[in-house]
Nanobody, 121 residues
Framework: QVRLVESGGGLVQAGGSLRLSCAAS????????MGWYRQAPGEQRELVAA???????IYVNSVKGRFTISRDNAKNTVYLQMNSLNPEDTAVYYC???????????????WGQGTQVTVSS
């Protein structure tokens, strides 16, 4: 199986910055996509940013110009640099990855446990 471990959440004032990290480990053959999702209370989980292997990153419109996603393929790690945070960014942030595990021919999605990001006004 695959384990995704997130870190870096916390409480920050509006206008501040946080950097999230997510490391994948386990029976990994390859990772097709790594991304960040978020879920605010009473809302559905939404894609924030994703970075496919060998392709350009994509972002939800509300974070363009403020958030930057990056990957370290050698470490199976994805980062999310979040700048100019505002209270609307408050949510639980989840790391998600489309992973081909050893012995499988197709990818499956795995999730981290989530990390809370709270932005105070």
């Amino acid at each position: 199986q695959v384990r995704l471990v997130e870190s870096g959440g916390g409480l920050v004032q509006a206008g501040g910055s946080l950097r999230l990290s997510c490391a994948a480990s386990g029976s990994i053959f390859s990772i097709n996509v790594m991304g960040w999702y978020r879920q605010a209370p009473g809302e559905q989980r939404e894609l924030v940013a994703a970075i496919p292997t060998g392709d350009s990153a994509i972002y939800v419109n509300s974070v363009k110009g403020r958030f930057t996603i990056s990957r370290d393929n050698a470490k199976n790690t994805v980062y999310l640099q979040m700048n100019s945070l505002n209270p609307e960014d408050t949510a639980v942030y989840y790391c998600g990855a489309e992973v081909v595990t050893v012995g499988w021919s197709t990818s499956r999605r795995f999730w981290g446990q989530g990390t809370q990001v709270t932005v105070s006004s």
